[in-house]
């Protein structure tokens, strides 16, 4: 079992910047790949980033890559995300979301692979 609590979105305009945070807890959260979701309003669910259980490998989505950064501190079991350049189709509620793969290292691009969510923490983007 993984226990998460995501937080720090928030209102920020265009160009701006947010870091997300989320606080996992549970026996199995270091040998658990730890990401972030995100949902649109009347849009599907679109996966954002991800880090491996150790931290040593990460992947994006490639709307966010290059702006969005994943990291993740195994000694305070938290998992960040920095988001730079944020744009307006950023909008969305961020959900953090864990998958215990107990070391295998592989990276889960699919919502839907993800076994453990948080409860959302909103971004809005105004132009």
């Known amino acids: 079992q993984v226990q998460l609590v995501d937080s720090g979105g928030g209102l920020v305009q265009a160009g701006g910047s947010l870091r997300l945070s989320c606080a996992a807890s549970g026996r199995t959260v270091r040998q658990s790949a730890i990401g972030w979701v995100r949902q649109a309003p009347g849009k599907e669910r679109e996966f954002v980033a991800t880090?491996?259980?150790?931290?040593?490998?990460?992947y994006y989505a490639e709307s966010v890559k290059g702006r969005f950064t994943i990291s993740r501190d195994n000694a305070k079991n938290t998992v960040d995300l920095q988001m730079n350049r944020l744009q307006p189709d950023d909008t969305a509620g961020y959900y953090c979301?864990?998958?215990?793969?107990?070391?295998?290292?592989?990276?889960?691009?699919?919502?839907?692979?993800?076994?453990?969510w948080g409860q959302g923490t909103q971004v809005t983007v105004s132009s």
């Open positions: 880090i491996s259980a150790s931290g040593g490998n990460a």
């Open positions: 979301v864990a998958r215990i793969d107990y070391g295998l290292e592989y990276l889960y691009i699919r919502p839907a692979e993800y076994d453990y």
